[in-house]
């Protein structure tokens, strides 16, 4: 499909792929049942209802607003003044074959025309009122119902009490308003972000009553879960566009309809499975070093990720890209070549690339010259402040441009450089005040829609070169339609500590938020990204990190933003062999995570999994949001707390064994407090499972060497041996030093030595694959 149908309406784009999608269904849909007496009017779906209006809770309110939104480095200052807000009161049922076409008015003024139709149980606005510009729908709600979705939602996972903006942005730094890491970076440019702001939104939710409810509008909207009597969306639009539903007996059933009708991702290609992607930069000399690190210590490696294919810059906020996305040959000489030596070994090269162009870069005034760039009122290239560098934002809407970006970077410059895969990163800035699009379009309508179009302009250029199964790209902003595009997400820039607003464990409700709307496959930067404000990555983190990544489908680390100042995988040779055994777990589970993977793709059952999805009966699970299943038989709690050695984990009831002793643990559903040391995170597999003897291999995989810190300490008591030896032999002459305590002291250092520099020796079980 086109992108310049956009000139249309962005929401058509997203129906259209909806559609086509509904047509290859396998399951069977319930339908509308619309009863109506006097000023009550229901709606439900088989014996769940969705929808209950009265004159004292009407199902709709219409009215008028006035925005500003400003945007700054992609956060974005979004006010509201309300000038009325009118409740619908009134309805006149006009038809009921072959479909119900219902009027909501006040008084007969505001009339809106509704249809429920059971093609595909959708709701469809046919007729609004003039000089509006907002619409609120209301849904029952229960007392003890769950409320899932929403997106990618970092804070929470069950929806209820809170209301979520959808708007695609910056997800912000800390993340919390009481921080003094968020009140920094609120200070510094407005991007402390809140407990709502995400990269991924999606007007979709699902009911722990198994229903789903997915809004097709791409504009501003907010789901309010607030209330406890019913929820609430508001739409800020003449047009709401089109709302889904559908019902399942069961909850996984109900995500595997949801995924099915979004659109389901591809498979992986084969050498992500090998091991860990490491991602490094500095040049061909340093990626190779890297490599034969790499080899030494015994990592298991599928890539190389080198972000600084293009160059780089510097500032206040750390290293930066050059956004210039084609080879720099001075920076990277021979990179074709070795890229090609490196595949021979089974070892990809990966890059990276973003939807802007630094304005001092020449790809930036080819584009410019063509006219390809998002425009001004002035009918100027709009160009935007990224942070100390500035940059034109490709015009999705124009064809041409689109195509150019399409054939002359992705494919010319990066496909056809041998690349296995790269970073497709943003996609969350397009600002709407100021910006004239190409198809004439609002910015307020395309915005949301805007990472979806990059995520399907890279997905064109894979299939294009038939490369789709080889290739993998990976990306943090999405809306509805990104599911059938990208081949895999990834969190996007978490801080680096263990805070649940932003750092390490809020990747655990965002991986579960997304396995809700169809995105069954996500994974995070080992060790987090960003490291400001005095804070910096330390080796527990990264450790903690690193093993929580062993259960996921990609395993791949990143230096950050200030990579000299975070802990790295490379930083000491205690925490390379720790890393080196966690590849091989993650390595060993290849024919597990290729199941997972198949089940994902084939059947929308996505690889990290709330509890609830196998246990429903089960009302524990439904609050549980920092512990998920990997697969079926997978239970995985990650350690989320800085300093513990023991971590608390809930088991539903079944037989249990611990992975890393294979001891039975029965359960009726109860908490257990398990030992958790760095390398051993609380990992549960089900004793009826088929895959048993594969779990059992993962106890075997052992290391031979210091447990994480020893080998600092080694060194430190080195350097104070070798004070002492050197004081010993070369102080003041006529000291008399005593020949035993020279020689104790020789030999003390020489053993020292001989531990710090013991070779890692990485065991692993005879492997049955």
């Known amino acids: 499909m086109s992108p310049f149908i956009l000139q249309h309406n962005a929401s058509r784009i997203f129906l259209i792929c909806i559609l086509f999608i509904l047509s290859h269904n396998t399951f069977v849909n319930s339908t509308f049942n619309v009863d109506y007496t006097g000023s009550t009017l229901t709606v439900s779906i088989g014996n769940i209802e969705l929808i209950h209006h009265t004159e004292d809770s009407p199902f709709l309110y219409t009215g008028n607003a006035e925005a500003d939104i400003d945007e700054l480095h992609g956060n974005f200052k979004i006010d509201e003044y309300l000038i009325e807000r009118i409740a619908l009161t009134d309805f006149v049922v006009h038809s009921e074959i072959p479909e119900y076409i219902v009027s909501f008015s006040r008084n007969g003024e505001y009339a809106t025309n509704v249809t429920f139709s059971n093609e595909n149980n959708v709701v469809r606005f046919m007729q ?17 119902e769950h409320v899932y979705g929403g997106g990618e939602q970092f804070s929470y996972f069950d929806l209820r009490g809170n209301e979520f903006p959808l708007w695609t942005r910056e997800q912000g730094v800390g993340r919390n308003k009481s921080t003094i890491t968020t009140f920094n970076a609120d200070n510094t440019d407005g991007g402390g972000g809140d407990y709502h702001t995400t990269y991924f939104p999606q007007p979709t939710f699902v009911s722990s009553r198994k229903y789903y409810c997915h809004f097709s509008t791409t504009v501003y909207s907010v789901l309010n879960f607030i209330p406890r009597d019913f929820h609430e969306v508001e739409i800020w639009s003449a047009e709401p566009g089109e709302i889904y539903f559908d019902i399942a007996d069961t909850m996984l059933e109900l995500v595997q309809k949801l995924g099915g009708f979004l659109g389901r991702q591809p498979e992986l290609p084969e050498w992500i499975y090998r091991g860990a992607t490491l991602g490094v930069q500095g040049g061909t000399d340093a990626m190779l070093a890297y490599v034969d690190q790499a080899k030494e210590y015994d990592i298991e490696l599928s890539a190389m990720w080198i972000q600084d294919w293009a160059g780089r810059i510097t500032t206040s906020f750390g290293s930066r890209i050059f956004w210039n996305w084609k080879w720099n040959e001075e920076h990277y000489p021979n990179l074709r070549e070795e890229i090609q030596n490196l595949k021979n070994e089974g070892i990809g090269v990966l890059t990276y690339v973003n939807p802007y162009l630094n304005i001092e870069g020449d790809l930036f005034k080819e584009g410019d010259a063509l006219g390809y760039f998002v425009k001004n009122t002035a009918g100027d290239t709009y160009v935007a402040d990224f942070g100390e560098f500035f940059c034109g934002t490709l015009d999705f809407t124009n064809p041409d441009a689109y195509e150019w970006y399409k054939n002359e970077i992705i494919i010319k410059n990066m496909i056809e450089l041998g690349l296995s895969g790269w970073m497709a990163d943003f996609g969350e800035y397009l600002p709407v005040k100021d910006v004239v699009l190409h198809s004439g379009e609002s910015a307020e309508v395309m915005h949301n829609a805007w990472p979806a179009l990059w995520a399907k302009m890279n997905r064109e250029a ?46 655990i409700p965002a991986a579960l938020s997304m396995s809700m709307i169809g995105c069954g496959m996500t994974h995070f930067d080992i ?5 400001l404000y005095g804070y910096s990555r330390s080796e527990e983190l990264l450790l903690r990190s690193a093993e929580m990544a062993v259960f996921t489908p990609m395993m791949r680390t990143h230096e950050g933003n200030r990579p000299k100042e975070n802990w790295q995988y490379y930083s000491s040779d205690s925490t390379l062999r720790n890393f080196a055994r966690l590849t091989h777990l993650h390595h060993t589970l290849t024919d597990y995570t290729k199941f997972l993977v198949s089940e994902n793709v084939n059947s929308s059952i996505p690889m990290q999994r709330p509890l609830f999805l196998h246990y429903e009966d089960d009302d524990e699970t439904f609050g549980i949001a920092y512990q998920y299943l990997y697969g079926r038989d997978l239970l995985v709690a990650p350690v989320a707390q800085e300093g513990r050695d023991t971590w608390r984990v809930y088991l539903p009831k079944d037989e249990w064994v611990y992975l890393w002793d294979n001891k039975d643990q029965s359960s009726d559903g109860e908490y257990v407090e398990v030992d958790a040391p760095i390398g051993y995170p609380p990992v549960f597999y089900r004793k009826s499972s088929d895959w048993v003897d594969l779990f059992k291999q993962l106890s075997d995989v052992a290391m031979v060497s210091n447990a994480p810190g020893t080998t600092r300490w080694a060194w430190s008591a080195y350097f104070v041996m070798a004070t002492i030896v050197v004081y010993l032999f070369t102080g003041r002459k006529k000291r008399r030093r005593p020949t035993w305590i020279a020689s104790f002291a020789t030999k003390l250092f020489r053993l020292l030595r001989t531990l710090v520099h013991l070779p890692a020796r990485i065991i692993r079980p005879r492997q049955t694959r």
């Open 462 to 507: 894979v299939e294009e070169s038939g490369k789709l199964g080889e290739i993998v790209y990976w990306m943090r902003a999405g809306y509805t339609g990104s599911q059938q595009y990208s081949t895999i997400m990834w969190a996007g820039d978490q801080f680096v500590d263990f805070s649940r607003s932003d750092g390490l464990p809020s990747t």
């Open 527 to 531: 060790g987090g990204y960003t490291a």
């Open 128 to 144: 609004t009122p003039p000089g509006i510009n907002r619409y609120w729908v209301r849904f029952v709600a229960e007392d003890d």
